[in-house]
């Protein structure tokens, strides 16, 4: 059991291509507005058990990205549109209408397309954690894209702590224990899931959006968040200097500045 949450897989397909997805639900204490969230890439439900832990009075949705954890590995590719419709189609299956939506880094990018797309109206607050607006984002060196572009971090620990300070920074660099407790949360599916994720981002933008976007939104992220900051008019913006993967290594902070933007009135 991945810590706060409730799993059930939901067959979400058709008779012809079934899809399974494995959902994760916290409860909470029925109040307020349910938050979604968006994982990274590679990411499955346990990496933010943590996260939802910290916040148990907050009915939380999250599921496996298809191909990802325990979800069922798609015939072929999908774009980032397809897991907007999916995360519909999951909050329908639960009844719940209107969602706080949070991502990060890859999933920032599914949230965004959430946010921004068809089910915009749905989208009560937006949260944004060490994500980028797409294509035009300023790309990293290419040593550590190659580092990236590779899931061989998620299936060789001794490799994965070699390099997790290059790929996270912040806190990874001088902590490389940090590296080993993310990979004791990490589900393994497969090579090919890892790459459809990869292959749903390639060329993708909203950058073109944002300046429209109407919901109030929280950027967590390193300075780099500045332009998107710009281009949002209703969006606050909430530093970390600490790395990309802040909602892990540093929660109780990264908590009380969720808490206190989906609080306020």
């Known amino acids: 059991m991945p810590g706060p949450f409730?799993?059930?897989?939901?067959?979400l397909g058709?008779?012809?291509?079934?899809?399974?997805?494995?959902?994760?639900?916290?409860?909470?204490?029925g109040e307020g507005v349910p938050l979604l969230l968006f994982n990274g890439i590679g990411g499955n439900i346990e990496l933010l058990a943590p996260l939802a832990a910290r916040m148990p009075e907050r009915e939380i949705v999250i599921f496996d990205i298809p191909?990802?954890?325990e979800s069922h590995l798609p015939k072929g590719p999908y774009r980032l549109g397809g897991i907007a419709r999916l995360a519909a189609k999951i909050l329908d299956r639960l009844g719940i209408g209107q969602v706080d939506?949070?991502?990060?880094?890859?999933?920032?990018?599914a949230a965004q397309e959430f946010a921004c797309g068809t089910f915009g109206?749905?989208?009560?607050?937006?949260?944004?954690?060490?994500?980028?607006?797409?294509?035009?984002?300023i790309p990293a060196s290419p040593a550590v894209l190659w580092k990236m572009a590779t899931p061989k971090r998620y299936t060789?620990?001794?490799?994965?702590?070699?390099?997790?300070?290059?790929?996270?920074?912040?806190?990874?660099?001088?902590?490389?224990?940090?590296?080993?407790e993310l990979s004791r949360h990490v589900k393994w599916q497969s090579k090919r899931g890892y790459y459809l994720q990869l292959a749903a981002i390639a060329g993708w933008t909203r950058i073109h959006h944002l300046p429209r976007l109407s919901q109030p939104t929280l950027l967590m992220a390193g300075a780099d968040a500045r332009t998107m900051h710009?281009?949002?008019?209703?969006?606050?913006?909430?530093?970390?200097?600490?790395?990309?993967?802040?909602?892990?290594?540093?929660?109780?902070?990264?908590?009380?500045?969720?808490?206190?933007?989906?609080?306020?009135?």
């Open 6 to 11: 409730v799993l059930e897989t939901m067959d």
């Open 14 to 29: 058709t008779p012809a291509e079934p899809r399974h997805v494995r959902v994760g639900r916290q409860v909470g204490n």
């Open 67 to 69: 191909g990802v954890g």
């Open 101 to 109: 939506v949070l991502g990060v880094s890859w999933g920032g990018a």
């Open 121 to 137: 109206q749905r989208c009560r607050r937006l949260i944004l954690c060490a994500t980028s607006p797409g294509a035009v984002m």
């Open 156 to 180: 060789d620990e001794a490799y994965a702590s070699s390099i997790g300070g290059d790929i996270y920074g912040g806190d990874f660099r001088t902590n490389p224990a940090l590296t080993a």
């Open 230 to 265: 710009f281009l949002i008019r209703h969006s606050e913006l909430k530093v970390f200097d600490c790395g990309h993967l802040f909602l892990i290594t540093r929660p109780d902070e990264s908590v009380a500045a969720i808490r206190n933007f989906l609080d306020k009135p």
